[in-house]
């Protein structure tokens, strides 16, 4: 169902629109008008005129078989991306860690009580979830997802976690407890490790990338198969590397923040 605002300024069409938007994944790459609406749960007649609109847009196109996304969904989300420089900033040291490691490496932001997929750099491996750039995890099974709410105060964190993840994946289940364990260990050490809790045979560790102001906007990780690289490996081998590759992310970013700004031409509109 789509979302519902409770502002009076909301709009339930573009929510709508959104919503189907959303519909589309890896596992339904292609719709036809009534999945579409059994998938959003929405009428049939509001459903179709949506899939017009978003036809006549160019974010999705119709065949003989149904619906699928079109590229330019891809601007919704690089958008966002350029508007921060976090794949450029971060692309040549992923590439660097992946070059060294050959193991994959991303960064990741969070939103709400999950992560989402900013940046990524993969190699073949045999791991059972399948990753791009938009894709999202609950933060408190990744090590990405546990170096961002480590640096957070303890109920701003429980805060949002209490939000449902929109993930699409079933969560596990933390008391308070362990949730404020995991975390203030996390925040002590300086870094994330996730064994096996996202998913079997995945494991990962994951340090902050941060801002100028020194604020944790992003997590860098790298994510290796259990059974071929062991913790010690993980830990002894990788994270200095990793956190080598933070830092100088880092410090890319805050250089890039601090970058004069050209003021607009005189006449320019507004």
Do not use: C
Request: net charge neutral; charged share 25%; hydrophobic share 40%.
């Amino acid at each position: 169902m789509a979302e519902r605002g409770q502002g009076p300024d909301f709009i339930e069409a573009l929510a709508r629109g959104l919503h189907v938007l959303r519909s589309f994944s890896v596992d339904r790459p292609m719709m036809s008008l009534t999945e579409v609406a059994t998938q959003t749960d929405l009428a049939r007649p509001t459903a179709r005129r949506i899939l017009l609109t978003l036809e006549e847009l160019g974010y999705v196109r119709s065949g003989h078989d149904g619906y699928v996304l079109t590229p330019r969904v891809l601007e919704l989300g690089m958008a966002y991306i350029g508007a921060l420089n976090l794949w450029d900033m971060a692309r040549p040291h992923l590439e660097g860690l992946v070059a060294v490691t050959g193991e994959s490496s991303s960064m990741a932001q969070l939103d709400g009580s999950d992560i989402v997929y900013v940046a990524r750099v993969a190699v073949p491996k045999l791991i059972s979830l399948r990753v791009d750039i938009g894709t999202r995890f609950p933060a408190m099974v990744t090590s990405q997802g546990r170096a961002l709410l480590s640096a957070m105060d303890r109920p701003s964190v429980h805060e949002r976690l209490e939000e449902p993840s929109r993930s699409g994946l079933p969560t596990k289940s933390y008391t308070t407890g362990e949730i404020d364990e995991i975390l203030d260990r996390t925040a002590e050490r300086g870094w994330a490790l996730a064994d096996q809790d996202l998913a079997p045979g995945v494991r990962s560790i994951a340090v902050p990338v941060r801002d100028g102001r020194g604020v944790a906007r992003a997590a860098m990780n790298i994510t290796v198969h259990a059974a071929e690289t062991s913790i010690d490996t993980l830990t002894g081998v990788y994270l200095p590397l990793l956190l080598t590759a933070a830092k100088q992310t880092s410090s890319d970013w805050s250089a890039w923040q601090r970058r004069p700004i050209e003021p607009a031409p005189r006449g320019a509109s507004r």
